[in-house]
């Protein structure tokens, strides 16, 4: 066929496809629109594949000719140029940057918590290595970020780093994207070390000599942090479940908080009886929020959250023991050590509020449900009871013991 018999064709409205020769077909699909397709035979299979860069006439016949051409010669070397073209339709994975996006999108799939990998890659690995081609990362890399890691006293994260460096670093060789992992040749003993069980839990007298401590440092314990402390002591919740909490999850006439089952660790929604102690802390926190929809708002105007980040009472803590955050210059002497208060995390809070529950005799099945723990064995089967009113008594209990160490603040008394 020549130009002036394809439109021809074209106007004729006849919807097919018609031979134009050397294996270059021209098809009409919709009236007066026509595109050019190829066809070729590759590993023994006869297929069709349209002609990119546009229908005709944008694309000339003596253009169709030379692609079509090209297509049948690089098939008669077995290259099928539909794979090619998916090849080269594939997003690009050049730098470190990529692979994580790459391999975070699989975890979304696969964790509850994809959150978790995404912020330890992108506070302790992307400031490093996160523009670096991946085949230029190599073992010394990987031991400079877990050392640094490990260096500032996150034993834990450490270990958490190397893992995600380890799986991250896997996914590029099965993708053919770097010919061996550079942190597979290390293991916890060069990062954080074999973990322990921790047990520490706060004593009553330790938390009598915290409290007027932090009192004491407003300036690197802010009042917000110091009602978060409190409530998660008497409420025995997770920390990310109280940091991220919406006052929508609240009903403070009820004094009920019902926890949905996408925020809690479990997946189980519960709902936590709130002591009527702790509303005024509530009712402060509210009022601070302005108007914000979470208890704990966000301090930076141009945070991508809207709640308070997930380090923020840790690096507030840390300041406490004496440790710079974040390279920060202004440094505090170790409060916690000059009052006899060994070391402890945010997470061990919780250990705190389950101990003093068992030191006010409340029983181990309640206190347990408390946490928000599943029960275990055949009670875990059988026994669907959510004891609410004995939660509620526990936590009213609890708040008793605590409120006057905590209340000891003039506004609160007020």
């Known amino acids: 066929m020549n130009s002036k018999q394809i439109s021809a064709f074209i106007k004729s409205g006849e919807m097919t496809r018609k031979p134009v020769g050397d294996g270059l077909y021209i098809r009409v699909q919709t009236p007066g629109k026509a ?11 006869r297929k069709f594949i349209t002609l990119a ?45 990529d692979l994580f996006v790459d391999w975070h999108a699989g975890l979304c799939k696969r964790l509850k918590h994809p959150n978790v990998p995404k912020r330890i890659y992108e ?40 893992m995600y460096c380890k799986q991250m670093f ?48 407003p300036a690197a314990f802010t009042r917000d942090n110091y009602l978060a402390i409190a409530l998660l002591l008497v ?15 609240l009903d ?16 189980v929604a519960i709902t936590i009886p709130l002591p009527t102690e702790i509303l005024p802390w509530l009712e ?9 929809e979470f208890l704990f708002p966000s301090r930076k105007t141009n945070a991508k959250r809207g709640h308070i980040s997930p380090d923020t009472l840790n690096h507030a803590l840390s300041k406490m023991f004496g440790k710079p955050v974040n390279g920060g210059t202004r440094h505090y002497p ?14 061990d809070l919780r250990r705190t509020c389950r101990s003093l529950m068992s030191g006010l005799g409340i029983p181990g099945h309640v206190a347990e449900r408390c946490l928000n723990h599943k029960l275990k064995g055949v009670e875990a089967i059988y026994n669907r009871y959510d004891y609410l009113d004995e939660r509620r008594e526990a936590h009213e209990k609890l708040a008793n013991s605590l409120i006057p160490l905590v209340n000891s603040d003039s506004r609160l008394n007020n």
């Open 35 to 45: 595109s050019w397709e190829v066809r070729y035979t590759v590993n023994g299979k």
């Open 53 to 97: 860069g546009g229908q005709y006439p944008q694309v000339t016949l003596a253009d169709a000719k030379a692609q079509a051409a090209v297509i049948k010669a690089n098939a008669k070397k077995g290259i099928d140029p539909k794979a090619e073209r998916q090849k080269s339709n594939r997003v690009e994975i050049y730098t470190v940057d």
């Open 123 to 162: 506070k302790e690995v992307k400031p490093y290595i996160g523009q670096q081609p991946i085949d230029s990362v190599g073992a010394r890399d990987i031991r400079d970020i877990i050392q640094k890691v490990e260096e500032s006293g996150r034993p834990s994260t450490a270990n958490d780093t190397l």
């Open 170 to 217: 896997n996914h590029a060789c099965k993708l053919d994207l770097a010919k061996n992992n550079p942190a597979s040749p290390f293991s916890v003993n060069d990062a954080g070390g074999l973990e322990k069980s921790r047990d520490r839990a706060l004593s009553m007298d330790e938390l009598s000599k915290l409290f007027p401590i932090l009192r004491s440092y």
């Open 235 to 249: 409420l025995g919740v997770r920390k990310n479940e109280l940091t991220e909490a919406k006052w929508s999850e």
């Open 252 to 267: 403070l006439v009820s004094q009920l908080w019902h926890l949905p089952a996408e925020r809690s660790k479990t997946g």
């Open 284 to 292: 402060e926190l509210k009022m601070r929020a302005c108007g914000s």
């Open 334 to 347: 170790n409060v916690f050590a000059q009052a006899n208060i060994d070391h402890f995390t945010i997470h």
